[in-house]
């Protein structure tokens, strides 16, 4: 999930152990959103932010050693720091938990394995949750008892599991409708029973929408893949290499002529549906095929 839902799930969540364990609560809250600080992986640039955002920080043993650390040094101070503690890893665990259901991948158990895990079953911006999120949040914030809060909040935790159970259950019935050649079923953001895949066939890649009310297959559009014509070029490209090794379906999908130049585009189509140019790499090459100019957008 993005940053902004991970922080509001964190907190509608925490918000009922405010009176009684504050420390607690801000600790779960704070953990909610404490593995995303490695986005701050940016400041060594765009590659170093894709190679590392979702990587140590949201890795399972490094959390639990991490949390058990604080908890025997929290013992020092008191009962409520260690409580704070625990929270803060449970909210980090609850945050990796998340983003492995999502799009983009987490090294869940790095530094045994460096390999990026998802599965596909939500889309890390989900309107359903989203909405929910909010909602459970006017209510808490609103007039009420805190015996109504707990049941609130209760009821927003109940909903969310149920949510991604059926999450579940949609990926695996739009799994069965995929063709054979599909390399990549992604969710919709927005319509909890819409997939959209990509298969690739004789050089091309076509991308396809699966609604599985009808239970029906539709073709959105083919590109056709120009890797092989710029291979010698894009080995040494290390944003294009770093790229393909996050998504299977990372291709030059265009080369346009300008005058005595080329420019070729590289795109994600996992995620060409959703009008998004997050990954997309642009290079213009001299008739030497020299690289003269680089645009990437992360």
């Known amino acids: 999930m993005d940053i ?11 918000y009922p152990m405010m009176p009684t364990h504050p420390l607690a609560a801000a600790g779960f809250m704070v953990g909610s959103v404490l593995p995303d600080l490695d986005a701050l992986s940016r400041l060594f640039g ?25 908890y025997f040094t929290a013992g020092l101070c008191s009962s409520e720091w260690q409580e704070a503690a625990l929270a803060l890893g449970t909210g980090m665990l609850f945050h ?78 739009a799994f069965k409708l995929r063709d054979v050649e599909t390399i990549s079923l992604v ?32 073709p959105l559009k083919c590109y056709q893949i120009l890797d092989e014509q710029y291979s010698s070029i894009l080995d040494s490209v290390p944003e294009y290499r770093t790229m393909c090794t996050l998504t299977p379906a990372y291709h030059v ?15 994600d189509l996992r995620i060409s549906n959703f009008n998004t140019c997050f990954g997309q790499l642009d290079l213009v090459l001299d008739d030497t095929g020299q690289i003269q100019k680089k645009n990437f957008l992360v």
């Open 96 to 173: 990796t938990l998340l983003d492995y259901t999502n799009t983009f991948g987490v090294t869940l158990f790095f530094p045994f394995s460096k390999r990026r895990i998802c599965r596909n079953w939500v889309f890390f911006i989900d309107a359903f949750v989203i909405l929910l999120t909010f909602c459970a949040a006017v209510l808490i914030w609103s007039p009420i008892s805190y015996w109504a809060i707990d049941n609130v909040v209760l009821c927003y935790i109940l909903a969310l599991l149920i949510y991604w159970a059926l999450k579940i259950i949609l990926k695996r019935e």
């Open 46 to 70: 765009k590659r170093a932010f894709l190679q590392w955002h979702q990587t140590f920080t949201h890795a399972i043993p490094l959390i639990v050693v991490g949390t058990l650390v604080g």
């Open 187 to 218: 969710p919709s953001a927005l319509v909890p029973w819409i997939f959209f895949g990509c298969r690739q066939s004789k050089g091309n890649i076509q991308t396809f929408s699966i609604n599985l009310i009808t239970r029906r297959q539709i």
């Open 253 to 267: 999908v265009a080369a346009v002529s300008e005058g005595d130049q080329t420019r070729i585009t590289c795109r």
């Open 4 to 14: 902004v839902t991970h922080a509001a799930m964190g907190a509608v969540i925490a």
